[in-house]
């Protein structure tokens, strides 16, 4: 059973930062896909940025240009940058983990953008 643990949520004005964490409790350096959702009240889950085992990254398209992923294998860590935001970005944010071990989610962190 892998577990995974996002922190770094928060209330934040909007144009500022805020860095996302999501701890996986095995190591990292083999797992094909990490990734960030977000999901608003009555919306699907949506990917926000995605991560694979060989770094290739991909963004929605509403984030690219203000959103970074990162992983710190040393750490068992990927980390979302996201910069500029905005209203919108308001939702609760999610980790997922994929990979032979199997398909995890974490229990998922706010993040609240005021205008």
């Known amino acids: 059973q892998v577990q995974l643990a996002e922190s770094g949520g928060g209330l934040v004005q909007a144009g500022k930062s805020l860095t996302l964490s999501c701890v996986v409790s095995t190591s990292i350096f083999n797992i094909d896909f990490m990734g960030w959702y977000r999901q608003v009240p009555g919306k699907q889950r949506e990917l926000v940025a995605s991560l694979s085992m060989s770094g290739i990254t991909n963004f929605a398209d509403s984030v690219k240009g203000r959103f970074t992923i990162s992983r710190d294998n040393a750490k068992n860590t990927v980390y979302l940058q996201m910069n500029s935001l905005k209203p919108e970005d308001t939702a609760v944010y999610y980790c997922?983990?994929?990979?032979?071990?199997?398909?995890?989610w974490g229990q998922g962190t706010q993040v609240t953008v005021s205008s």
């Open positions: 997922r983990s994929r990979g032979l071990q199997g398909d995890y």
